[in-house]
T-cell receptor, first 112, second 111 residues
C-alpha cells in the first residue's frame, strides 16, 4: 500500500509562472518530509525539507507547505525556469523510523 | 570530495547469473540504503543498514542480498532468484537526522 502518493504524473508550466507539485501521505506517524529532484539516469538530489513542527519552509525559489490535518504537502517553485524540468519526488519518514517512503514522482516540464 | 559512488553505471546480466552492484560512501554515515526505480513506480526500498554487520529487508527484498562489512561499503547482489531484475538501482546514505544522499545509480539490464 502506497503510503506517499503523488497523484499527478506530469505537469507543464510556462517559464516565469508558478509550479505547484502536490503530495499526500497516509501515515500519521510521518513527521519529516522532503522533496527530491531527479534527472534521467541520475540519482535524486535533495531540494528542500520540512518537519512537522512547521507548516512552511522556504529556500530561494522553492517553498514547501505542510498541512498536517489534511496529510498533504506541496512544493511551490516560483518563478519556474526551464532548468527546473525534471522529475520531483516527495518522501516522508517518521522521527523514530529508519527509512524514507517515496511517492511515484511528478514530471515537471517548464516551457520557455 | 564527499559523496556516494556507485559502480558500474551500466551492467548487463545474462539470465541465471548473479551480479553485484557496488556502493561506497565517504560521508561517514551509519545508515545506507538500496532502492530500485521502475517507470511509474517511484523508489522502492530493497534493503537498508543502520550499522556495520546489520541490515534489514525493505519492501522488495526477494531475490536480493546485501552485506555490510565496512561502514563505507554496502554492496547489493542481484541473484538469479530475482525474476525481473532490469531496473535502475540507487544507493543512498543518511546521517542520523536529515536528508538521504544518493549515488548516481546503476542501470542493470538482463540480456
Amino acid at each position: 500500500d502506497q503510503q506517499v502518493k503523488q497523484n499527478s504524473p506530469s505537469l507543464s508550466v510556462q517559464e516565469g509562472r508558478i509550479s505547484i507539485l502536490n503530495c499526500d501521505y497516509t501515515n500519521s506517524m510521518f513527521d519529516y518530509f522532503l522533496w527530491y529532484k531527479k534527472y534521467p539516469a541520475e540519482g535524486p538530489t535533495f531540494l528542500i525539507s520540512i518537519s512537522s513542527i512547521k507548516d512552511k519552509n522556504e529556500d530561494g525559489r522553492f517553498t514547501v507547505f505542510l498541512n498536517k490535518s489534511a496529510k498533504h504537502l506541496s512544493l511551490h517553485i516560483v518563478p519556474s525556469q526551464p532548468g527546473d524540468s525534471a522529475v520531483y519526488f516527495c518522501a516522508a519518514s517518521a522521527i523514530t523510523g529508519n527509512q524514507f517512503y517515496f511517492g511515484t514522482g511528478t514530471s515537471l516540464t517548464v516551457i520557455p | 570530495d564527499g559523496g556516494i559512488t556507485q559502480s558500474p553505471k551500466y551492467l548487463f546480466r545474462k539470465e541465471g547469473q548473479n551480479v553485484t552492484l557496488s556502493c561506497e560512501q565517504n560521508l561517514n554515515h551509519d545508515a545506507m540504503y538500496w532502492y530500485r526505480q521502475d517507470p511509474g513506480q517511484g523508489l522502492r526500498l530493497i534493503y537498508y543498514s543502520q550499522i556495520v554487520n546489520d541490515f534489514q529487508k525493505g519492501d522488495i527484498a526477494e531475490g536480493y542480498s546485501v552485506s555490510r562489512e565496512k561502514k563505507e561499503s554496502f554492496p547489493l547482489t542481484v541473484t538469479s532468484a530475482q525474476k525481473n531484475p532490469t531496473a535502475f538501482y540507487l544507493c543512498a546514505s543518511r546521517p542520523p537526522w536529515g536528508e538521504a544522499f544518493f549515488g548516481q545509480g546503476t542501470r542493470l539490464t538482463v540480456v
